[in-house]
């Protein structure tokens, strides 16, 4: 596996503008296989230290409605409501292990999977009425 480095990346635009056009700047990192994700890392710890308040804000009203959606389509006779309370993203963020590229047909489309970790301390607190059902 060779990997990309800055002085790669100077030798490939050099030898690309030198070409006639014959590949694209995504075909030429084609070759390459893995790339260090650490950068990714890094921006992630920042967002999630900087950002925590509204990421946490923001999932918690997703999560709300996803449960809102759900208890629309089946809740049980029992189940008054469900609302989440609080949410808290914790202190310890997602952590991405690897990146890889997926070719695909359209030169347009870029696909890429992504080998993530999450062992943090996120936490929930759901508040369910319940009300006189079966139960």
Known sequence: ??????????????????????????EEFAEYDTESVEWVNGALRKVWRNYNDLLESQVKDNLQQAINDSLEQEKPPFVRSVLVKRFHLGQ??????????????DRLVLTY??????????????????????L
């Open 113 to 134: 999977h992504m080998d993530a970790r999450y062992d943090g301390d996120a936490s929930v607190l759901l508040l369910v009425e319940l009300g006189a059902g079966m």
């Open 1 to 26: 596996q060779k990997m990309l480095t800055p002085e790669r990346i100077v030798d490939i635009n050099s030898k690309r503008a030198a070409a006639t056009g014959a590949h694209s700047l995504f």
């Open 92 to 105: 310890r963020p997602l952590w991405i292990r690897s990146v890889e590229d997926i070719p695909t047909q």
